[in-house]
T-cell receptor
Framework: DVKVTQSSRYLVKRTGEKVFLECVQDMDHENMFWYRQDPGLGLRLIYFSYDVKMKEKGDIPEGYSVSREKKERFSLILESASTNQTSMYLC????????????FGSGTQLSVL | DAKTTQPNSMESNEEEPVHLPCNHSTISGTDYIHWYRQLPSQGPEYVIHGLTSNVNNRMASLAIAEDRKSSTLILHRATLRDAAVYYCILRPNAGGTSYGKLTFGQGTILTVHP
């Protein structure tokens, strides 16, 4: 079975801390994505990567950075966490193509106090 | 980007068919129509997708209007496990680095009654 694994289900951090959210996929997918999901705003794309060491900004990249050193791993970094980054973070991966399907992890609920 | 419009919520009884509508009047000729669903406390899950023709798979059917300005996701026999938020999404087929860059709207909350 296809698997996208996010390292933590729940995370509590303090304002100003550097936060790493890790995502690993076991499907040899080229593309990986980070979304955040907030009530009333739906899912919004933060960053995506279509190859190792490649990254593209999504719709809301401010305050975030990403790292993709290996094909299977895509990390989301909050350089200095703020309370408005409290959210559910969802990682996804896909194999490019016209029939492309996204496979999502279960999400990380991050609370920044 | 072309947008979709879905009802905020719908209700169904168990073992009855469910028709979830989606309007996408500004769809372009190369946009694929994708449906995902999100069960409580989980990430979204792919359901089905299509371009012009109706599509069937083990989870659902997708009926696409002839002018492609609307589509309907059909669950043939709803179960309690189908209670979820259903998202209708247009995926541009622009190539390059736009692969998989999906824009999720608010979706339709489906409630299934026993």
């Amino acid at each position: 079975d296809v698997k996208v694994t996010q390292s933590s289900r729940y995370l509590v951090k303090r304002t100003g801390e550097k936060v790493f959210l890790e995502c690993v996929q076991d499907m040899d997918h080229e593309n990986m994505f980070w979304y955040r999901q907030d009530p009333g705003l739906g899912l919004r794309l933060i960053y995506f990567s279509y190859d190792v060491k490649m990254k593209e900004k999504g719709d809301i990249p401010e305050g975030y950075s990403v790292s993709r050193e290996k094909k299977e791993r895509f990390s989301l970094i909050l350089e200095s966490a703020s309370t408005n980054q409290t959210s559910m973070y969802l990682c996804a991966s896909s194999f490019p193509g016209s029939g492309e399907k996204l496979f999502f992890g279960s999400g990380t609920q991050l609370s920044v106090l | 980007d072309a947008k979709t419009t879905q009802p905020n919520s719908m209700e169904s009884n168990e073992e009855e068919p469910v028709h979830l509508p989606c309007n996408h009047s500004t769809i372009s000729g190369t946009d694929y129509i994708h449906w995902y669903r999100q069960l409580p406390s989980q990430g979204p899950e792919y359901v089905i997708h299509g371009l012009t023709s109706n599509v069937n798979n083990r989870m659902a059917s997708l009926a696409i209007a002839e002018d492609r300005k609307s589509s309907t996701l059909i669950l043939h026999r709803a179960t309690l496990r189908d209670a979820a938020v259903y998202y209708c999404i247009l995926r541009p087929n622009a190539g390059g680095t736009s692969y998989g860059k999906l824009t999720f709207g608010q979706g339709t909350i489906l409630t299934v009654h026993p």
